[in-house]
């Protein structure tokens, strides 16, 4: 496994991917000590008790202290989180995020940045619960799991190969992706699948039978709508800040619905069964059934 070693890192957002990024780091013994910044003092307090964090500081004295930054917030606090630590950021201090979408992000960092934009690597891991808060970090979270990194064209190679290196000790598989490209695959694989779940569960507790229909629900309900138990907040701002390639996502799904609904209206059951053994076929040669 790819060694290396930093002295301070600093989590903005110590939530389950902050959390879950800092604990890999310690017990990998990648960090010699951990920064802990963000909006609620409590949950800052929360993260110390458990040992996340070995400091709560302010974005400021993060921006000046640690060797690499990793922002874990909502991508909607991006811009302002942006704006608040270029001042102060060091000369040789790594920033990079856990952020779903990533050219909002990237015009953000170089809204807020400026001349430091380089360095800004920007990351997304393919990873994360329904579960919130600093008692859901998790140090295997990103065993296995994909990393997806956007860097810009004014990183330096040593700051993408230190970013790299990090997720690999978190037991990450890292790969490069184009920024476009990468928010239109998470809008399909993962922003629709969350605004599914969500619109679902207000269908269902929108009827008159609800109650019935909730107490009838078994563990198919269960893992389909599992994704609807995540922060309102965050996927607000993932939905409205992947607009476009949601907007691009959600009109290819509703021609196929269609074309489902059209089949079930002309009673055309060949359709239907051909359809539904091409998504079990798929689904059972998806390489994530391995994970």
């Not at 903005?12 to 609620?40: C, M, N, T």
């Not at 990351?123 to 956007?150: I, N, W």
């Amino acid at each position: 496994m790819t060694q290396i070693k930093i002295g301070t890192l600093a989590v903005i957002g110590v939530g389950l991917i902050g959390g879950s990024f800092a604990a890999a780091l310690r017990r990998a013994g990648s960090v010699e000590r951990i920064l802990g910044a963000g909006r609620r003092p409590e949950t800052l307090a929360q993260a110390v008790e458990l040992g996340l964090i070995d400091e709560a500081v302010t974005l400021k004295e993060a921006a000046s202290r640690a060797d690499v930054i990793f922002i874990a917030a909502p991508v909607g606090a991006f811009e302002s989180i942006f704006s608040e630590i270029g001042p102060h950021l060091g000369a040789k201090t790594i920033v990079t995020d856990g952020g779903s979408t990533k050219r909002n992000v990237i015009e953000a960092a170089r809204a807020g940045l400026g001349s430091r934009v380089a360095q800004f690597v920007p990351g997304h891991p393919m990873a994360g619960s329904h579960e919130k808060g600093p008692q859901a970090a998790d140090p295997d979270l990103y065993v296995g799991r994909r990393v997806m990194l956007t860097p810009l064209v004014e990183n330096h190679p040593q700051d993408i190969a230190t970013v790299q290196a990090l997720w690999l000790r978190c037991g990450a598989n890292v790969v490069c992706i184009d920024s476009n490209q990468h928010d239109g695959v998470v809008a399909a694989v993962s922003h629709l699948p969350h605004w599914v779940a969500a619109l679902f569960m207000e269908y269902i507790t929108g009827g008159d039978d609800a109650t019935l229909k909730l107490d009838t629900a078994g563990s198919g309900f269960r893992d389909f709508t599992r994704v609807a138990q995540g922060s309102p907040e965050m996927w607000r701002d993932i939905f409205m800040a992947n607009r476009d390639a949601m907007l691009a996502e959600l009109a290819a799904l509703r021609q196929v619905m269609d074309r489902a609904e059209h089949a079930l209206q002309g009673h055309d059951s060949t359709w239907l069964e051909e359809m539904l053994a091409r998504a079990a076929k798929a689904r059972a040669e998806w390489p994530g059934n391995s994970k």
